[in-house]
């Protein structure tokens, strides 16, 4: 009895003494980060002034892996045209866990007077990619400096095309997560502070492209055309009666047109229209029958005004870039965090940036993110990193041509990437062993 007391203190002791070493570690991994602040500030701004669409990122992708060869971090290339793994090989053995960055831009017109602006016109980092693939750059300098602790294997994932393009689900599909039990990804935001709502966080999402073909004609006799014009107008407003009328209150959903084309001049009646939009879900019944709804509503309105619908679901349609590459774009499913990989990252989150600057409540943002594709197979965690600093005018939303970012939280991002991974491993690894 007295030695199954000793070693049950012994077991508690040890569990402790863990448990306040990694909580060190923890708070000594940010100011590492922090020493390396300069350097993860200068990488954001080299990005940000490349700013490349879907599948172009040649560019980022080569600073990337520039990157990588200075730190010594091997890595494999391509995935998925210009996406990039990197290999963090600890020298002690252990299980593997993933980090994911994703690295492209959007087609805007930067509005903000900055020093690295982007040189590349109608191209902007307007949703904070640049950030994302500096602050795992950072985390990669930090990992690679603790390799000799390093219990198991980090892949770093440098994603393209996540603003359309579904890079997520072509770099899973060729294998780049490889054997991880797990990954882990940060998105910065203007919004919020440190969150990781456990559940769903972020929509499925869809788009759908008509065109209404009606007979076209003079505009002083529509007697003698049909009018798609009218029948688009009368679509567009049925198409609204999906959320408030098909779905349960209790069920978010958007159905949103954003395009309406149709017509060259005053006094012609044309003869078809083209109309565009997306439509959005939490949950993947609710995405299919909002989808259901609007071939419905679409079809049967056009015929109400003798006309004939045509329904593009873009779903694998097969598009070009303009470096002459071929893809194939997808919806997005929902973005779920596992309830486990949550609670460990938040704990971890906690010992990074202190308790009460983490939330786990966040309410869920209809927006969509290709990240959903790795959380379909493994467990994950998506977290928002907030960075609004009014007095900076870092305030802009995500996709403004006035997002700024506040540099300031970009060490803060790479502490949590090196610490979701180290933490990861020593207790997956501590697991193994006591089984």
Not at 311 to 319: A, K, Q, R, T, Y
Not at 321 to 344: I, K, Q
Request: glycine share 8%; with cysteine; aromatic share 8%.
């Amino acid at each position: 009895m007295n030695t199954y007391k000793f070693l049950s203190f012994l077991a508690l002791l040890l569990f402790f003494i863990f448990t306040f070493a990694f909580t060190a570690s923890a708070h000594s991994l940010l100011l590492e980060a922090q020493r390396h602040e300069d350097w993860i500030v200068s990488l954001r701004r080299e990005f940000h002034k490349i700013p490349e669409l879907a599948f172009e990122e040649v560019k980022t992708s080569a600073l990337v892996r520039k990157t990588l060869d200075e730190l010594q971090i091997p890595y494999t290339y391509p995935w998925a045209i210009t996406g990039v793994v990197g290999i963090i090989e600890g020298h002690l053995p252990g299980p593997t866990v993933a980090l994911r960055a994703d690295f492209d831009a959007l087609p805007i017109d930067e509005q903000v007077d900055i020093p690295f602006k982007s040189i590349h016109p109608g191209r902007m980092h307007a949703c904070g990619h640049d950030a994302h693939a500096s602050m795992l750059l950072g985390a990669a300098r930090i990992l690679k400096d603790h390799q000799t602790s390093l219990r198991g294997t980090v892949r770093l994932l440098f994603q393209p095309a996540e603003e359309g393009g579904a890079g997520g689900k072509r770099m899973f599909e060729e294998g780049a997560l490889g054997d991880s039990g797990s990954i882990f990804g940060l998105h910065i935001t203007p919004g919020l502070g440190r969150a990781l709502p456990s559940g769903t966080l972020m929509a499925a999402t869809g788009r759908f492209e008509v065109t209404i073909h009606g007979a076209g004609g003079h505009a002083a006799k529509p007697d003698d055309t049909i009018d798609p014009v009218v029948a688009g107008s009368a679509v567009v407003m049925a198409l609204q009666t999906i959320v408030a009328r098909q779905l349960s209150p209790l069920e978010a959903g958007v159905v949103s047109v954003t395009q309406f084309h149709g017509g060259t001049t005053n006094n012609v009646i044309p003869h078809e229209v083209f109309l565009g939009g997306t439509f959005r879900s939490l949950t993947q019944p609710g995405w299919d029958r909002i989808k259901q709804e609007i071939r419905r509503i679409i079809v049967a309105t056009a015929a109400a005004y003798n006309c004939n619908a045509t329904i593009d679901f873009m779903e694998g349609v097969l598009m070009k870039t303009s470096l002459g590459e071929d893809y194939a774009d997808f919806p997005y499913p929902a973005t779920s965090n596992d309830p486990v990989a949550t609670a460990f990252a938040a704990r971890v989150a906690e010992e990074v940036v202190g308790i009460g600057n983490v939330s786990t409540s966040a309410v869920p943002t209809m927006g969509g993110e290709d990240f959903s594709f790795y959380a379909q197979a493994i467990p994950a965690c998506f977290l928002f990193l907030g960075h609004r600093n009014e007095e900076k005018g870092c305030t802009a939303p995500n996709h403004s041509p006035h997002f700024k970012v506040d540099e300031d939280v970009l060490h803060i991002g790479s502490a949590l990437h090196a610490s979701f991974a180290m933490q990861w491993l020593h207790e997956q690894s501590t697991k193994h062993q006591e089984l």
